[in-house]
Each structure stands twice: as structure tokens, then as C-alpha cells.
């Protein structure tokens, strides 16, 4: 695959590995935390930890949306979904995600709700104008790289006069939940271990930018590295994340030239900001309350905002006790040391946020890495 | 058959659902759980695509399989043909000669003739060109609405050649792992024409009859051969697992020596899928005897469904029974069954 597999390339990864290894000081730790689920995936399947010296380890951060969805969003989806009168649309990777009770919107579809995967907002719109008697809602999640289709979903519902379309928002933001993890009492209070820097987040900075970053590189003396998903991506951040340690720096860099500036794509920008406002608090699986960590529509959309048109009631519901979820979020504990992880919490089965979509830490490292615990490892 | 610790199926009030369906676990647990308990006998507990049984004769295979594919109609292929071709092989994976096949179909209400004619057509051309006649057959019609069009089941029976005999339980420690050809080329036809999905490619789904390679291979050097599989729903991933979960072993892959082509590489990288778990339905998989490999890797290239075949791994002791791969980036990762579904109606 041309303009894949230059940045797959086996030995330029050695070589880069070689340079983090002769840099990487012998006499101190390096913790990197990647914010993002699509770098964890890319560091598990492509078994990237396998060439880091011992002293640098990775973090795996919160940046999954699916696996930050708080339980109650879920519930709420399929309390809404069993509704005779409403389609609910979905991106594929929800349908499996656990609610309260072991319900997921999987078994809702397999007790009668009438629940449609989709690829795109647009299949999500098309089915709203071919089928007017039903009301259509698009469970919308995900990052600020989501937010925009969204926002252009909207554009065109309004455009279309498609009031039988709503959507349900979960979109959240990156730069506060980093900001979350850094400074919220909370946080502190379970534990942290010291992060020495950032991988950034890739698709999410084409939207927003590397400037977003800039404030708290400076406020927390934290050094980001925004990165590409490709595997050389990520392992030349790690080098730029060490260099930048060892010289004492806290910068914001831009691996990922090849798609991120600094003020990223404004026009994208400018229909989210149209359409949506911050919510002055959400909640985040694993982290908890995050403040203007996510965003709503505004009220003069609210016809077509779900939540108010259905009456939506989103109830707090508790993760399993023995779930670490919470301290993996935050790098103070590994997968393997929850005591549920590979127990009663697998893929198939899962209970905690980490578990529920291949780019959360814990199915991850059960999908890639389980064997890393044992003693016969990738000899 | 799978070690990690699960939650018992909800006999009472759970429902089936489409994970129930993927070739994982879910659906492990299912047939276990309720079939297996329900008709529990040696041969359903081999574990197999087929049994063998004795008569008179000698060793004989029997087989059954139902077809959803969606669409209907995808490139290389029909539900037909798929029918056909995808019951040979499951004869074929025993080393077993195929000789008659049965059909039955299920057809909504308003189905158009046309494309049942059509179907029939292709069905009837694969039955001929592999030699496999489909010798009995049942038809049912059910209301508009209570089916998709048309689902096919089918059985087969084949005879085993004398002194032959592949188990799933037979890969041991150095035997090495072969593929006929290169993977995810069936899923990633039939999604190209999936609704919502449609994108251009000129790949082609590899639906094919392996008996004819297989003849070969079992001619060449049947003693060497410990088990063969085709890698379907679930894709290679799925099926080094189920081999090394019922052989109790594990298996050391190497990405960069399993064949993909490029065009299937790509559409799987759009889509955020592992060709590494999309189905194939001309490819098999062959542990075979250490000592016999470059014979059988030459017999196989010989043949033209073998013509890419490559060795890509071997089987190691690993009580753990963990397929591992090292990746071409230069690190290793476990290569797992798919969790849920990936894309149903596949096959």
C-alpha cells in the first residue's frame, strides 16, 4: 500500500529505536502518556513497546470515546431506543458497549428496539428522509474529529427540514480532559503517576490544531508531541518526547506535518461552534466529572436535540467496585493488575470502560499483549 | 473449546443476538452450551467442520452448512456457487474425496424468479465444473418479510481415502503452517457491494473447490499433512485459533510471510478491519510435518488455487495455546479471535 507501508517500515523503526534507546538517560524513568485510544491500538498491534528501552514507558490515556461513554448515556440510548416510536442510528463499535444490568444495545435490538448501525451521519439522514414516520436519532460521539460531521448532519437536517431527525450528543473534548487529568483534586486524590509528556492526539488536531496545546505545555511544563497513527509516528514521537526531556523543554511539536498546523481546519471549526456550546460539566467514564469537557447543541437547535424533544433522563449508574478502569485511565495500574482483567472481564464480556472498544487499554492489551505476563513472550 | 473465564448464557430471559452468529466465542459458547448439550456424541465433540464414520466402504465424511450471504449476488460469486463450493471444502478439509451434495432453499414471498434462476444457474455450473452433483434438494416459501430474499442449506458427503485421518487435535510442536493464498479477499468483495458501504475495487471474491488441490496434496504426501482447515467466517485469525485451542499448542506467525493482496490490504485499512479476520472461501490452511514442507509448498504452487501458497509460521508448545505473531514493524502481538462481529452475512 503505497503511502501506508513507508510508515509501517521495519527497519527505519529500528533505527529510531536504536536513538531512543542511546538517548534515553539509564539513570532516570521517561512516562509518556498517549491521550489517544487510536495510538494505544497502534502501539498493541504493531507491538511497539517491544522495541522501547525498559526506562521509557507508555501510559495509556482516556482517549477512546466509546470507553469514556459514561453507563447512564447508555442506559439512557436504550431506554430511548425501546421506544416504538424511535430508530436509533449507530456507529457499530456502541453496540456492544455494556450498560446497567448486562444490557447493551445489541441485546435492546435483540429484545425488538429498532436500532440501525450506520457508517455515517449521512446513512443516518437518509433514513430520516426515507422513512418520515419514524423519529430518527443519531447517537453522536466522539472527539472534536466527529464533532464536525455532526454539526454538517444538522446543517443539512435544517436545510431539508427533516424534523423528524435528532441527535443524541456525547461529543467531548481533548485539550480539558488532559487538562482534567494534570490539575482536577479528584484525580489527585486517586493517585497519579508523574507524566513527563504527551502524544497528542492525530486526527483530533487536524480539526483543532497543535495551539489548543500550547497553554498547558506552558501552565503544567508538560512537552506534547502531537503524532501521527501510524507506528513510525508514534515511536519518532517518543524519540522527539525524550529529546525534549533531556533538554529540559515543554514545547509543543508537531510530528504529524503532514496533516496537523497549528490552527487547524477552521471552517470545521466554525460549523461546531455554530451548532454546539460547552456543557459546563460531563461525565467521563473512568475520570468522572470533567468541566466544559463536552459539548451540546445550542438551544435554538433543541428540536432537534434528542435529550430535550424525548425528555432524556441520564441517571448515574455505578461501574463494577473491582474495576480499575479509573487508576488505568490515569496510568497509576496496568491492565493485568485489575483483578477482573481477563477474569470476568474480557472483549466478549466487558465491564469496565477500558474493556469495551479495541482502543481502550485493557482490550488492547487482551487483544495484543495478554502474553506479555507470561514468561514465554515474543521471545 | 475457548479458556477465558465468561458468563453463562442467560437460558431464561437472553436472547440471540448477532455476536451469537460471528464465529467467536459468543457463538462457541452458544453451540456448546445449547447444542452440544442437546445432542452431545463423539463426533460433535471433535469439533469439527464435518464427522467421519465408518462403513462399509471405509471412512466416510458428512457435512451440513447454511448460507445468508448479503448481497446475493457479489463478485466472483453467487449465493449459489457459494453454497456449492463452500460444502466442498467442508468435505475437502477432512482430505476426503466429495461425492454428492443436498440443498435446500428458503425463499421469501415476491423473491423475483429471475434472480432465483439465476442463482440455481450458478449453483448448477459449480455442482458441474467441480464434478459434485447436488443429487436431493427441499423448497419452502415463507411470508414477505420473514426471510431476506433467499437463504440455502446444504449437506455433503465424501469418502475418505483408506489410511487418511486429519484431526483438529493433531498439530504438535515444529510442524509448520501453511496458507494456500492470500487472505480477506471473499469479506472484502462482499463488502465492497454491501449497502451503505459500496466502494469500487476490483477484487474479486476467491470462492472456490479445494477438493481438486487438496487431491494433490493428499497424493503427494497425505502422511505429513496433520490437519487442514479453511479459514471462512472469522478469517485466518479465527481459525489458528480454533486449531490451536483443540491441538493444545500454540503458533508463531510472521506477518510479513502471510500473502494479502495490496487492493485487500487497502479496503481493510479503510474500513478499520484485520485481513487477518476476514473470511476467505478458496484458501486453506495446513499444518504439515516439518520435514515435508518445501514438498508440499511445491505440490500446492503446482496447482492453481495453490499458486501463492506460503509458509507462514509454526507451531510451538504453549499450554497457554496463544497464536503469536512478530509484526513486519518489528514487535510481536497475539493474533486473537474477533470479538463480536465484524460484518455480518458474510457466507
Redesign the interface.
Known amino acids: 500500500?503505497k503511502y501506508?507501508d513507508e510508515h509501517?517500515d521495519?527497519r527505519l523503526?529500528?533505527e529510531i529505536?536504536r536513538q531512543i534507546a542511546a538517548l534515553a538517560d539509564p539513570a532516570r524513568s521517561y512516562h509518556f502518556m498517549e491521550f489517544c485510544g487510536g495510538h494505544t491500538h497502534a502501539i498493541?498491534?504493531?507491538?511497539?513497546?517491544?522495541?522501547l528501552p525498559q526506562n521509557v514507558q507508555m501510559i495509556h490515556g482516556p482517549g477512546c470515546p466509546v470507553c469514556v461513554l459514561p453507563i447512564g448515556r447508555i442506559d439512557a440510548a436504550i431506554a430511548l431506543a425501546m421506544r416504538p416510536e424511535i430508530t436509533l442510528c449507530t456507529y457499530g463499535d456502541l453496540?456492544?458497549v455494556p450498560g446497567s444490568n448486562?444490557s447493551s444495545l445489541?441485546?435492546a435490538?435483540?429484545?425488538g428496539a429498532d436500532i440501525r448501525m450506520?457508517?455515517s451521519t449521512l446513512?443516518a439522514l437518509r433514513i430520516a428522509e426515507a422513512e418520515p414516520d419514524r423519529e430518527v436519532v443519531f447517537f453522536a460521539i466522539g472527539f472534536e474529529t466527529t464533532a464536525p460531521p455532526t454539526a454538517l448532519a444538522l446543517r443539512v437536517a435544517i436545510a431539508k427540514e427533516l424534523r423528524n431527525f435528532s441527535i443524541f450528543c456525547n461529543h467531548v473534548l481533548t485539550p480539558a480532559a488532559i487538562q482534567n487529568i494534570l490539575e482536577s483534586p479528584d484525580v489527585r486524590k486517586l493517585g497519579t503517576v508523574k507524566i513527563d509528556g504527551f502524544i497528542g492526539p492525530a486526527h483530533v488536531s487536524i480539526v483543532i490544531g497543535t495551539e489548543p496545546y500550547e497553554f498547558f505545555a506552558e501552565e503544567f511544563q508538560q512537552p506534547v508531541v502531537v503524532a501521527g497513527f501510524e507506528?513510525l509516528d508514534v515511536i519518532q514521537a517518543i524519540l522527539m518526547l525524550v529529546r525534549q526531556v533531556n533538554d529540559g523543554r515543554h514545547e509543543v511539536e508537531n510530528q504529524y506535518i503532514r496533516a496537523v498546523t497549528r490552527f487547524g481546519n477552521e471552517k470545521a471549526q466554525a460549523q461546531v461552534a455554530n451548532f454546539f456550546e460547552l456543557r459546563e460539566s460531563f461525565e467521563w467514564r473512568g475520570l468522572g466529572e470533567v468541566p466544559y469537557g463536552a459539548l451540546r447543541l445550542r438551544p435554538q437547535y433543541a428540536e432537534h436535540d434528542a435529550e430535550k424533544r424525548f425528555s432524556m433522563v441520564t441517571t448515574a449508574a455505578k461501574d463494577n467496585p473491582a474495576c480499575e478502569c479509573g487508576a488505568i485511565l490515569r496510568g497509576v495500574k496496568k491492565p493485568a493488575n485489575c483483578s477482573l482483567f481477563?477474569?470476568?472481564c474480557?472483549?466478549?464480556?466487558p465491564m469496565g470502560s477500558c474493556m469495551v472498544s479495541p482502543e481502550g487499554a485493557c482490550?488492547a492489551h487482551?487483544?495484543?499483549?495478554?502474553?506479555r505476563e507470561?514468561a514465554?513472550?515474543?521471545e | 473449546m475457548i479458556k477465558?473465564?465468561?458468563?453463562k448464557l442467560?437460558l431464561k430471559n437472553g436472547?440471540?443476538?448477532?455476536?451469537h452468529g460471528a464465529g467467536?466465542?459468543?457463538m462457541g459458547q452458544l453451540i456448546e452450551d445449547i447444542f452440544h448439550k442437546a445432542f452431545d456424541n463423539e463426533w460433535l465433540r471433535a469439533g469439527n467442520d464435518q464427522s467421519a464414520f465408518m462403513v462399509p466402504g471405509g471412512r466416510m465424511v458428512m457435512t451440513t452448512d447454511g448460507y445468508v450471504v448479503s448481497p446475493l449476488f457479489f463478485p466472483g460469486g453467487t449465493i449459489g456457487s457459494l453454497a456449492v463450493y463452500g460444502t466442498i471444502n467442508d468435505i475437502a478439509m477432512a482430505g476426503a474425496v466429495p461425492l454428492y451434495l443436498s440443498a435446500s432453499f428458503i425463499i421469501e414471498e415476491g423473491f423475483p424468479l429471475t434472480d432465483l434462476d439465476r442463482i440455481a444457474e450458478t449453483m448448477g455450473d459449480a455442482s458441474r465444473e467441480t464434478g459434485v452433483p447436488i443429487i436431493t434438494g427441499d423448497t419452502k416459501v415463507v411470508e414477505r418479510g420473514k426471510a431476506d430474499g433467499v437463504f440455502i442449506s446444504t449437506a455433503g458427503v465424501g469418502m475418505v481415502p483408506a489410511g487418511l485421518d486429519l484431526r483438529s487435535d493433531a498439530a504438535r510442536p515444529g510442524d509448520v503452517v501453511i496458507v494456500s493464498g492470500s487472505i480477506g479477499d471473499h469479506g472484502v468483495a462482499v463488502m465492497s457491494k454491501r449497502e451503505?458501504?459500496e466502494f469500487d475495487t476490483g477484487i474479486v471474491s476467491d470462492s472456490a473447490a479445494l477438493h481438486g488441490l487438496v487431491a494433490g496434496m493428499v497424493e503427494a504426501a497425505g502422511a505429513a499433512i496433520r490437519l487442514m482447515r479453511d479459514p471462512t467466517r472469522g478469517g485466518l485469525a479465527a481459525t489458528l485459533n480454533e486449531i490451536a485451542n483443540a491441538s493444545k499448542v500454540g503458533f508463531r506467525i510472521d506477518e510479513e510471510a502471510i500473502p494479502i493482496k495490496?487492493e485487500v490490504?487497502?479496503a481493510c485499512?479503510f474500513l478499520g478491519l484485520?485481513p487477518l479476520n476476514v473470511a476467505n472461501e478458496g484458501k486453506l490452511v495446513a499444518v504439515v510435518a516439518p520435514e515435508a514442507a518445501d514438498a508440499m509448498l511445491a505440490v500446492m504452487r503446482a496447482h492453481p488455487l495453490g499458486r501463492e501458497a506460503a509458509l507462514v509460521g509454526h507451531v510451538v508448545a504453549?499450554d497457554?495455546c496463544?497464536v503469536?505473531m512478530?509484526?513486519?514493524?518489528?514487535?510481536?502481538?497475539?493474533v486473537?479471535w474477533l470479538?463480536?462481529e465484524q460484518l455480518p452475512r458474510i457466507c
Open positions: 500500500m501506508i509501517r521495519g523503526a529500528k529505536a498493541s498491534r504493531y507491538g511497539l513497546e517491544d522495541l453496540m456492544r448486562e445489541l441485546k435490538r435483540a429484545a450506520v457508517y446513512d507506528p481477563g477474569t470476568v474480557t472483549p466478549d464480556t482490550a487482551w487483544t495484543y499483549g495478554r502474553l507470561h514465554k513472550a515474543f | 477465558a473465564n465468561r458468563r442467560d436472547r440471540v443476538d448477532l455476536s467467536g466465542r459468543a451503505n458501504l495490496p490490504a487497502a485499512e484485520d504453549d497457554d496463544f503469536q512478530a509484526t513486519s514493524f518489528g514487535g510481536g502481538r497475539i486473537d470479538s463480536g
